[in-house]
Structure formats: structure tokens, C-alpha cells
T-cell receptor, first 110, second 120 residues
Framework: QKEVEQDPGPLSVPEGAIVSLNCTYS??????FMWYRQYSRKGPELLMY????GNKEDGRFTAQVDKSSKYISLFIRDSQPSDSATYLC??????????FGTGTRLLVSP | GAVVSQHPSWVICKSGTSVKIECRSL??????MFWYRQFPKQSLMLMAT?????????EQGVEKDKFLINHASLTLSTLTVTSAHPEDSSFYIC????????????????FGPGTRLTVL
């Protein structure tokens, strides 16, 4: 079993839809959770960084962490074609190497 | 936000030659940098952790003598692919860890734009 599981997609939605991206993990020691966006042939870009359980909002993006269920989510409101990319969840125990999900490819059609 | 650059962004070389890739943190100091490799439609695979002033720590299965890492300053780490072969063709990405303010306990990594290596 992988430490971090993420559906590879692709996930196709129409413009304006609310997108839900999810990851589950098995290591209860993970404390820091991140979401990265990666466009084709580019390096990952940090979108959201969370530490505790609960929600964190930044513009159209909301990150949610449920440590009791070992489940994290990224919500994108009013999705745009420019949001089409691969979204990677990542996590660690703190000052250690990141463990990545496989990435979910998102396609937002106009 | 913190910016990490990589150079070159794209390189083509002949089999048997060596290629050096630079990773720089432009507006912050990074005592730790990481080197990843990514194949098409796959996630990032950590190759090694590079600490300023000390030897890099390589992940299992990564050849130390083939992938030479040097982290000579707080803003620069280099990865040299020695005697490159076609199977080394890949997308190489570095990340740099930004030190958190004292007492915050946070840990954030910022990624470079990547270097695409093609070995003929």
C-alpha cells in the first residue's frame, strides 16, 4: 500500500464547476499537508499549505484536512480553463522529505 | 513568494557526456535542496537531499557516482549527470526548503521550473 493515494484522473469538468480533489494517507505521523499545481513541462507550484485539521481558504481554493480520517481535499470554486493542470498532494512529518501523491490531472473545458 | 530557478531549462547531449544542472534560490537562503526526477505522466521521484556544506543523501536505488550533487552555498546546488545514457533522459526538478521563522515549525518547499534532459 502506498503511503499516499491519489486518483490519477483525468477529471473533466465544465468551466465554472466546483472541483474536488482528494488524497488519502496511511501514516498518522504526517502533520504538514500541501497542494501543488503542475502545468505540463513545468515545475510544481505551491498552492496551499496546511498544518492542522480544518479548512484553509485562499481565493478560489480551499484546502481541507481531516486527520482523523487521514483524508485531505482541495476545492476549486468557479473553475477556469487555466486551472487545467495536474494537482499533486504532498505531506510530511515536518522537516523531512515530502511524500507525494501520484497527481490528479484536471481538465476544465470552456 | 520564494523563487527557485534552474539552468538550463532544456539540454540535449550525446551519450557518454556529462551534464550539469544548476538550482538556485533567488530570494531566500536554502540550507536544504532536493533533486527529483519525473517521467511523463508520473509523479515526482526523490533522488537525493542536498544539505549545504555536507554530502548529499541519496534515495535507495539512485547511483551516487552517476548523479553527483554539490551544495556549495546557501543559494546554489548542482546536479551533474555523469556519462549520460538515453535511459537518463527525463525531467529533473529541484526544490529548496525555505527556513521558517523561529518557532513557527512550518516547512515549505519551493520548486524550480525543471530541466528537460534528452540524451541521444
Amino acid at each position: 500500500q502506498k503511503e499516499v493515494e491519489q486518483d490519477p484522473g483525468p477529471l473533466s469538468v465544465p468551466e465554472g464547476a466546483i472541483v474536488s480533489l482528494n488524497c488519502t494517507y496511511s501514516n498518522s505521523a504526517f502533520q504538514y499537508f500541501m497542494w501543488y499545481r503542475q502545468y505540463s513541462r513545468k515545475g510544481p507550484e505551491l498552492l496551499m499549505y496546511t498544518y492542522s485539521s480544518g479548512n484553509k481558504e485562499d481565493g478560489r481554493f480551499t484546502a481541507q484536512v481531516d486527520k482523523s480520517s487521514k483524508y485531505i481535499s482541495l476545492f476549486i470554486r468557479d473553475s477556469q480553463p487555466s486551472d487545467s493542470a495536474t494537482y499533486l498532494c504532498a505531506m510530511n512529518t515536518g522537516f523531512q522529505k515530502l511524500v507525494f501523491g501520484t497527481g490528479t490531472r484536471l481538465l476544465v473545458s470552456p | 513568494g520564494a523563487v527557485v530557478s534552474q539552468h538550463p531549462s532544456w539540454v540535449i547531449c550525446k551519450s557518454g557526456t556529462s551534464v550539469k544542472i544548476e538550482c538556485r534560490s533567488l530570494d531566500f537562503q536554502a540550507t536544504t535542496m532536493f533533486w527529483y526526477r519525473q517521467f511523463p505522466k508520473q509523479s515526482l521521484m526523490l533522488m537525493a537531499t542536498s544539505n549545504e556544506g555536507s554530502k548529499a543523501t541519496y534515495e535507495q536505488g539512485v547511483e551516487k557516482d552517476k548523479f553527483l550533487i554539490n551544495h556549495a552555498s546557501l543559494t546554489l546546488s548542482t546536479l551533474t549527470v555523469t556519462s549520460a545514457h538515453p535511459e537518463d533522459s527525463s525531467f529533473y526538478i529541484c526544490s529548496a526548503r525555505e527556513l521558517p521563522p523561529t518557532g513557527t515549525g512550518t516547512d515549505t518547499q519551493y520548486f524550480g521550473p525543471g530541466t528537460r534532459l534528452t540524451v541521444l
